[in-house]
């Protein structure tokens, strides 16, 4: 156990600060990376990595700094964590990959059998795998329609399902994701989600799910409708939780439609919220889940898991793609699923919860300005707000995030109106580091208040 979460090659799990953030050494490279790497390409924290493991990242002028971002909710198993890093390395040195639809290789099956097991119900399921987030919820897309031979796709306010032309289509926010990107793929129809900090006082899960249901029913029509898409808690949106109630009825509505319910569970996946998937907490069973982030410690890989009647729908050939399922990813999605059950990293999400939400409660009855608390499990945000209002403050959240990032601490922001500070620890990041953490937040706030 103990060789698991510290193994030798971990780095020291401290906050240490030994020079300005950026360091000199991170300066010089952010230069470099000025002149060659695309302008479009952004950067939160211009530290450069050396090495990460547990709950910290080590940069290049040898700063250590409190991860509260897990590589956006990816090393939910922690950085090179043992049994990745071994796994990958036996995988290396046998093959590279063949491409899976040329030859292919235990791994991907093996991988696919694991997402049957721990992905919500216990009905027939089929997978297919692929690279990226994005690339999952567009096959997800192509399935349904294929399933279905209907073509619209129902998608809330607020929600991110990634940037390539169809998924940017998915997406609400225009800056940065779509601004000038267009033209967008056509049926696409959005919808008001539940967002209880900005629906009125006592407006229900199943009031919400009514009111989007009603627009999809004239806008739409519900013949019409190949697949309802959501993320059970926002992710890039801002982590916004709906009301007990929505996602149930948002499903039950999807089976007397004859629509396809695709839970995109990309950033809530894999233990994250403190159940292995978060549809999970309200007993919704999707037809189809869209996974990636946290699935293979760092490595790229996604899926789509769902029903087999859907997943076998579609025409052989019509999935598929070069590196999907890359032998080297599915080593590391094996690895880090074990990992997940060996440590009970659900039980670890819980905890981290448990820990950061009171604390966060604290700070709120004292600086006004955070106006919500949200989120479960190690996926919790607090949104900023002009006090006693519900007017954004997206200053003081970037002046926050940027006072925390020049203290040692990899935080994150995210939301329509940039005002969410969202925090996603690696699950296995140690109680003290995490403590440490909200100290730094807190210092923050005072700061900057
Ligand atoms: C990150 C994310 C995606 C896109 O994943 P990529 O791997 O970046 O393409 C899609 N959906 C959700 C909910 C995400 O958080």
Same mark, same amino acid.
């Given at each position: 156990?103990?060789?698991?979460?510290?193994?030798?090659?971990?780095?020291?799990?401290?906050?240490?600060?030994?020079?300005?953030?950026?360091?000199?050494?991170?300066?010089?490279?952010?230069?470099?990376?000025?002149?060659?790497?695309?302008?479009?390409?952004?950067?939160?924290?211009?530290?450069?990595?050396?090495?990460?493991?547990?709950?910290?990242?080590?940069?290049?002028?040898?700063?250590?700094?409190?991860?509260?971002?897990?590589?956006?909710?990816?090393?939910?198993?922690?950085?090179?964590?043992?049994?990745?890093?071994?796994?990958?390395?036996?995988?290396?040195?046998?093959?590279?990959?063949?491409?899976?639809?040329?030859?292919?290789?235990?791994?991907?099956?093996?991988?696919?059998?694991?997402?049957?097991?721990?992905?919500?119900?216990?009905?027939?399921?089929?997978?297919?795998?692929?690279?990226?987030?994005?690339?999952?919820?567009?096959?997800?897309?192509?399935?349904?329609?294929?399933?279905?031979?209907?073509?619209?796709?129902?998608?809330?306010?607020?929600?991110?399902?990634?940037?390539?032309?169809?998924?940017?289509?998915?997406?609400?926010?225009?800056?940065?994701?779509?601004?000038?990107?267009?033209?967008?793929?056509?049926?696409?129809?959005?919808?008001?989600?539940?967002?209880?900090? !900005?629906?009125?006082?006592?407006?229900?899960?199943?009031?919400?799910?009514?009111?989007?249901?009603?627009?999809?029913?004239?806008?739409?029509?519900?013949?019409?409708?190949?697949?309802?898409?959501?993320?059970?808690?926002?992710?890039?949106?801002?982590?916004?939780?709906?009301?007990?109630?929505?996602?149930?009825?948002?499903?039950?509505?999807?089976?007397?439609?004859?629509?396809?319910?695709?839970?995109?569970?990309?950033?809530?996946?894999?233990?994250?919220?403190?159940?292995?998937?978060?549809?999970?907490?309200?007993?919704?069973?999707?037809?189809?889940?869209?996974?990636?982030?946290?699935?293979?410690?760092?490595?790229?890989?996604?899926?789509?898991?769902?029903?087999?009647?859907?997943?076998?729908?579609?025409?052989?050939?019509?999935?598929?793609?070069?590196?999907?399922?890359?032998?080297?990813?599915?080593?590391?999605?094996?690895?880090?699923?074990?990992?997940?059950?060996?440590?009970?990293?659900?039980?670890?999400?819980?905890?981290?919860?448990?820990?950061?939400?009171?604390?966060? !409660?604290?700070?709120?009855?004292?600086?006004?300005?955070?106006?919500?608390?949200?989120?479960?499990?190690?996926?919790?945000?607090?949104?900023?707000?002009?006090?006693?209002?519900?007017?954004?403050?997206?200053?003081?959240?970037?002046?926050?995030?940027?006072?925390?990032?020049?203290?040692?601490?990899?935080?994150?922001?995210?939301?329509?109106?940039?005002?969410?500070?969202?925090?996603?620890?690696?699950?296995?990041?140690?109680? $003290?580091?995490?403590?440490?953490?909200?100290?730094?937040? $807190?210092?923050?706030?005072?700061?900057?208040?």
């Amino acid at each position: 156990m103990t060789d698991l979460l510290a193994p030798q090659s971990s780095p020291t799990q401290e906050r240490r600060l030994v020079t300005e953030i950026p360091g000199p050494r991170s300066r010089e490279l952010m230069a470099r990376r000025s002149a060659t790497v695309s302008a479009g390409v952004g950067t939160t924290l211009p530290v450069f990595v050396e090495r990460a493991g547990g709950g910290v990242v080590v940069d290049v002028d040898g700063n250590s700094l409190i991860d509260l971002g897990a590589g956006i909710a990816v090393v939910n198993v922690g950085n090179a964590a043992p049994r990745v890093v071994a796994a990958v390395q036996e995988q290396v040195a046998s093959f590279t990959h063949t491409c899976f639809m040329v030859t292919p290789y235990e791994g991907y099956v093996a991988v696919c059998e694991e997402l049957a097991r721990v992905t919500p119900g216990d009905h027939e399921k089929r997978s297919a795998l692929f690279n990226s987030g994005s690339e999952a919820v567009e096959n997800a897309v192509k399935i349904a329609r294929v399933a279905t031979n209907r073509s619209a796709v129902i998608v809330f306010d607020h929600a991110y399902h990634g940037r390539t032309n169809l998924t940017m289509a998915l997406t609400a926010k225009n800056m940065p994701y779509k601004n000038g990107f267009g033209p967008f793929a056509p049926e696409v129809y959005r919808v008001p989600m539940s967002y209880p900090f !900005r629906d009125a006082d006592g407006f229900s899960g199943a009031e919400a799910a009514a009111r989007a249901i009603r627009q999809i029913e004239t806008q739409v029509g519900a013949a019409n409708v190949a697949a309802v898409l959501v993320e059970p808690i926002q992710g890039e949106g801002g982590f916004v939780v709906p009301a007990p109630g929505f996602l149930p009825a948002v499903a039950e509505w999807c089976s007397r439609a004859g629509a396809v319910f695709i839970a995109d569970e990309v950033q809530t996946g894999f233990c994250r919220t403190g159940d292995w998937f978060a549809s999970e907490h309200e007993g919704v069973v999707p037809d189809l889940i869209t996974l990636a982030k946290g699935m293979a410690g760092g490595l790229p890989l996604a899926a789509v898991t769902g029903r087999a009647e859907l997943m076998d729908a579609v025409h052989t050939g019509g999935l598929g793609g070069t590196y999907g399922g890359n032998p080297l990813a599915c080593a590391a999605a094996l690895a880090s699923i074990e990992t997940m059950r060996e440590l009970d990293l659900a039980g670890a999400a819980r905890a981290i919860g448990d820990t950061m939400l009171p604390r966060l !409660r604290a700070l709120q009855a004292r600086f006004p300005t955070i106006g919500d608390i949200r989120g479960r499990g190690a996926m919790i945000a607090i949104e900023l707000v002009k006090p006693g209002t519900t007017e954004p403050d997206p200053a003081l959240t970037a002046a926050v995030a940027s006072h925390c990032h020049a203290q040692g601490v990899v935080v994150l922001t995210a939301g329509t109106f940039g005002n969410v500070l969202r925090f996603l620890p690696p699950l296995v990041i140690g109680p $003290d580091l995490l403590s440490e953490a909200l100290d730094v937040l $807190d210092a923050a706030f005072a700061a900057v208040s």
